[in-house]
């Protein structure tokens, strides 16, 4: 009886062998799944970058098309995008019948991604250090802020969105 009793005590216990197999397994599955994760994060910050790119671009477009072809100028671009406005771009803050148009978006999104993420303000020089937004009102275009040398974890110019 004593042995049966000592080898089923033996059979119960992990040796340290099938021990250091299931250390090694676990760091082989930690270093492929932390960097997946982390990745993770920095594709949805700059999946978010991209989607209010998108959200300011046809907020323009629909200022435009209800100015007669006019973008919103540089000067005045948050007031004519979050406010009333009349045909010749001029704002309020209220609608009347001739600030009837817009507000076209609530607020200027704050910049998620690239050099001067965390900033709301556009500029029209592009590379303008603590400016989330470059924007061009002659033609309407709307860009991340950056130099043509920053770039998205996957090397793509911030430029280029």
């Keep these: ?16 062998i099938e021990l250091v197999i299931v250390i090694v397994i676990l760091g082989v599955i930690g270093a492929i799944a932390i960097p997946r994760m982390s990745r993770g994060a920095v594709g949805a ?8 790119l998108a959200i300011v671009r046809s907020a323009i477009e629909l200022y435009a098309a209800e100015h007669v072809g006019a973008f919103p100028a540089l000067s005045t671009f948050n007031d004519q995008l979050t406010l009333y406005s009349d045909i010749d771009g001029n704002t309020n803050a209220t609608k009347t019948t001739v600030f009837k148009y817009g507000p076209y978006i609530r607020t200027i999104p704050v910049q998620k991604a690239g050099p ?27 860009r991340i802020n950056a130099a043509a040398t ?7 110019p911030w430029v280029n969105y």
């Design 1 to 16: 009886m004593n042995i049966r009793t000592g080898l089923a005590r033996r059979s119960r216990a992990f040796s340290l």
């Design 116 to 142: 001067n993420r965390g900033s709301a303000t556009v500029t029209g020089t592009q590379g303008t250090s603590g400016a989330g937004w470059w924007y061009t009102a002659a033609t309407g275009d709307i």
């Design 150 to 156: 920053d770039t998205d974890s996957n090397g793509t």
């Design 45 to 52: 910050t700059e999946s978010g970058a991209i989607s209010d």
